[in-house]
Nanobody
Framework: QVQLVESGGGLVQAGGSVRLSCVAS????????MGWYRQGPGNQRELVAL???????MYADSVKGRFTISSDNAKNTMDLQMNSLEPEDTAVYFC???????????????WGQGTQVAVSS
């Protein structure tokens, strides 16, 4: 069994910063990718930033230059540093990861419970 637990988030003023963290635990053999996704009111869940086990990163256009994703493979953790926050960044942020519970086994997608980020104007 695999669990993802997010922390961080909260209420922040526009222009401010927030750091989100995610810890993966359980029966983990390999983490192929970890990413942050968000779902705003009335919107579908969207990818914010992604990092592979090899350290490659990708960002949604809307957050490039403002958000930075990082990970610690040894600790199975991932962070998202969010700077210059805008009201449009208000959403529930989810940690998602593609994890293999054995090296030879295909990976499965796991999700955290989500953490709220609210940006006031």
């Amino acid at each position: 069994q695999v669990q993802l637990v997010e922390s961080g988030g909260g209420l922040v003023q526009a222009g401010g910063s927030v750091r989100l963290s995610c810890v993966a635990s359980g029966n983990i053999a390999i983490i192929d990718t970890m990413g942050w996704y968000r779902q705003g009111p009335g919107n579908q869940r969207e990818l914010v930033a992604l990092i592979t086990g090899g350290g490659s990163t990708m960002y949604a256009d809307s957050v490039k230059g403002r958000f930075t994703i990082s990970s610690d493979n040894a600790k199975n953790t991932m962070d998202l540093q969010m700077n210059s926050l805008e009201p449009e960044d208000t959403a529930v942020y989810f940690c998602g990861a593609d994890i293999r519970t054995a090296r030879w086994r295909a990976g499965s997608r796991y999700w955290g419970q989500g953490t709220q980020v609210a940006v006031s104007s």
